[in-house]
């Protein structure tokens, strides 16, 4: 019954299936963000700044690859590290607390600045929205400018 009512919504969920439309379905298999495994979004909430970390897109793949783009700037920086330090990031992120911290996804609404970790690991896959007051913000924000900016 449910196909004779909505046929053109069927047919248009298999067209963006097929044309790569829906989450997971990219044509592009050389982008970091097709397999990351460590996605931060950073929002500054509210303030006005040209500092690029305010707010930024951050992902790293299994393999290394990683993408950061900074919405000040909007310029993305790309580069690739060992697939043991994608590992090691993992590993700090849960040591400083991840599993511990409650999500709290109105503090976009809110206007305060907020960062977004979505993690992807033991084949499952976790997103929690965190103030920047936290030490995980702080110590993440910090891990991304020193391997998006070495020597600053």
């Not at 299994?62 to 783009?69: I, L, P, Q, R, Y």
């Not at 999500?103 to 084949?123: V, W």
Request: glycine fraction near 12%; charged fraction near 30%.
């Amino acid at each position: 019954m449910f196909l004779t009512q909505k046929p053109s919504l069927i047919v248009a969920a298999a067209a963006a299936f097929l044309i790569g439309l829906l989450p997971g379905c990219s044509n592009e298999p050389n982008k970091p963000d097709n397999g990351f495994v460590i996605a931060v979004e950073r929002s500054g909430g509210m303030v006005a700044s040209k500092d690029p970390f305010m707010a930024y897109r951050f992902t790293m793949a299994g393999d290394g690859s990683w993408e950061f783009k900074s919405r000040m700037t909007g310029e993305p920086r790309r580069g690739k590290v060992a697939a043991g330090d994608v590992d090691k990031w993992l590993k700090e992120i849960a040591e400083g607390g991840f599993d511990k911290l409650k999500s709290n996804p109105k503090l976009g609404q809110t206007d305060q600045p907020f960062m977004d970790i979505t993690l992807k690991a033991g084949g499952g896959r976790e997103r929690k929205r965190i103030p920047q007051a936290e030490q995980l913000s702080k110590a993440i924000n910090k891990k991304v400018a020193e391997l998006v900016e070495p020597g600053k």
